[in-house]
């Protein structure tokens, strides 16, 4: 212990202890062994346990060397004292973890990207948020967590975090992460996240040791056996689905010996992304395609959580290699975020008809701000979409706009919107405020986006179909 005038030094043996004190005043002497009494006091519960006493010796020049004697009354209550020592070592400790833990590189998930992680894997040296090291726990034999915060860390686990940290990490375990794999978000769905731990962690995939996880996604012919919903029927049923990287297709069968495949759909407009709530199943996916210039939709599961992220992650090797011969000169990182999409934003809204004489129907809507389009469909689950509406940039005559409920015939919802196009208003009602902001919100980032050669080619596309 450092007093500001002088210094403590204890002293221990069996059921004994004596404190030197050097070069303190008379008045840093009577603090201490006041303050040490009530310390005592209040760790054991009990003034009787220990007590301390004082042997004074005041030397010439008047400054007082003072032992203090502190003897325990039972021996095995003294050994409370070796938690002082114990607890500054844990507090060093969670101080050097929470600096690491600032540090670029490991000031993020290193599983999902998720900001001020305060957990991390002690075996694999790597700082996680909440959600990813539950997911560690189910490695138990790979990884084992602790919290940064509560949990006590020995000197030998803290070194090993300062040598190893997120960035040195992922040199190891992605090393070889093949560029259309994706790499999941804090936003993510859980089966995304974990088996991307997995792969990373469990499985070593992308350590260069072996490239036979690999190189399955860039075969020629990957099939894999999922469970699909009908098109007019809730049931799922059995299907056997064929990625072909000769001819960039994904075909489906309805049985393991058919010949003739039962659909065919093109990479140039597919794209897949998962959908457990709207599917009903943690590991539902939803491919969407164009057919005669409509949306149409497969929802699809499998139980295993690999299985369906490897066909997912196939269609993405699939689709990259179809992009790369469609745009030779483009550098990998331009075509990354076309291989796939989420929407931007889903969910019920009503809508009413051109002249807005119509009475409002309640539609689900999807919107997308790759593809610039608003897609309405009856239900969630619906094969086949009802309409679209695209929507280019402000510099073309899109606009968003609230409007009221009064103003226009009266639906169930009253939190209007406007949508405005060169040809058409578009008026929607949202059932609440929040809802009619979120869309406001998703609408306004697809209008402040300027439009592409592409974008001008799907807007006379969909101009000619109405």
């Not at 990884?143 to 960035?167: A, H």
């Not at 962690?201 to 699909?228: H, M, P, V």
């Not at 483009?330 to 807005?356: A, F, N, R, V």
Request: with cysteine; charged share 25%.
């Amino acid at each position: 212990m450092i007093t500001s005038s002088g210094t403590i030094r204890v002293i221990c043996t069996a059921g004994h202890c004596i404190l030197q004190a050097s070069n303190i005043s008379s008045t840093a002497h009577y603090c201490t062994v006041s303050v040490f009494n009530h310390v005592v006091k209040a760790d054991t519960g009990s003034e009787d346990i220990f007590h301390l006493h004082d042997q004074h010796d005041e030397t010439q020049d008047g400054i007082d060397n003072h032992p203090f004697s502190l003897t325990s009354v039972t021996t095995g209550s003294f050994h409370k004292l070796s938690d002082f020592s114990s607890m500054a070592s844990q507090s060093r400790n969670n101080k050097i973890l929470l600096d690491l833990v600032q540090q670029p590189g490991n000031n993020l998930c290193a599983d999902c990207a998720a900001s001020e992680p305060d957990w991390a894997s002690y075996t694999l040296g790597v700082f996680v948020c909440l959600n990813c090291s539950g997911m560690h726990r189910n490695l138990s034999t790979v990884s084992k967590v602790k919290s940064i915060r509560l949990d006590f860390w020995d000197d030998s686990l803290v070194q090993f975090m300062q040598e190893r940290g997120n960035s040195s990490a992922r040199a190891i375990f992605e090393k070889c992460v093949p560029a259309f794999y994706y790499r999941p978000k804090h936003d993510d769905c859980i089966v995304l996240k974990e088996q991307w731990i997995r792969a990373k962690y469990e499985r070593r995939e992308f350590t260069g040791e072996s490239n036979d996880f690999l190189q399955t996604y860039t075969l020629d012919l990957f099939a894999s056996t999922l469970w699909k919903k009908g098109k007019d029927k809730k049931q799922y049923l059995r299907r056997i689905f064929q990625l072909s990287q000769k001819d960039f297709t994904l075909r489906y069968f309805t049985k393991e010996d058919s010949k003739v495949a039962k659909t065919v759909i093109s990479m140039k407009d597919l794209n897949a992304y998962f959908q457990p709530e709207k599917i009903g199943h943690a590991h539902g996916l939803q491919i969407s395609y164009l057919e005669d210039e409509r949306t149409r939709n497969l929802f699809v599961y499998h139980e295993n959580g690999q299985v369906i992220v490897a066909f997912f992650n196939a269609i993405r090797a699939t689709r990259f290699a179809y992009l790369l011969k469609k745009h030779p000169t483009l550098q990998h990182s331009d075509l990354i975020h076309q291989i796939t999409k989420h929407s931007l934003k889903e969910g019920y809204m009503e809508k009413t008809g051109p002249t807005q004489r119509e009475p409002f129907k309640k539609r689900w809507f999807t919107l997308c701000s790759v593809t610039r389009k608003l897609l309405y469909f009856k239900s969630p689950l619906d094969a086949t979409d009802l309409g679209a509406v695209f929507i280019g940039s402000q510099d073309h005559g899109y606009t968003v706009s609230e409007s009221s409920g009064r103003c226009t015939r009266s639906g169930r919802w009253h939190c209007g919107i406007t949508l405005e196009t060169p040809s058409r208003q578009f008026v929607f009602m949202c059932e609440q405020e929040q809802e009619r902001r979120e869309w406001m919100e998703a609408f306004g980032k697809v209008i402040a986006q300027p439009m592409t050669p592409e974008d001008y080619a799907n807007e006379a596309t969909l101009r000619r179909g109405k």
